[in-house]
């Protein structure tokens, strides 16, 4: 199973286990760290559920689409490694993905 490195806002690294198919915020949410909200459930349309994707892992990420885009259009901490958590989809190429969970805006 892919393992995925998790940065909180108070900058402790957790290790998950990310079941293929599911998404980094499902990933976080289980392991209940602090920080994540994920309001909607991972419909992208909450934004609360907005990660960092450290630069060497933003192509695997894949592409953001436009509502994605939109969303993180409202936060004032989005920048250039800013994705939805629950727009990004666990696969093996994912194993290793490092993210740090955005501060609240
Ligand atoms: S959980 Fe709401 S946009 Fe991701």
Redesign the pocket.
Known sequence: MPQIFVTTAKGETHTLNAEPGTTV?MAIRDAGLEGL?????????????HVHVDPGWMAAAGEMSED?SE?LDGSMRRNEHSR????ILITSKLDGLRVTIADED
């Open positions: 915020m909200l994920a309001l909607c459930g991972g419909v992208c349309s909450c934004a609360t559920c994605e969303l939805l958590g629950c727009q």
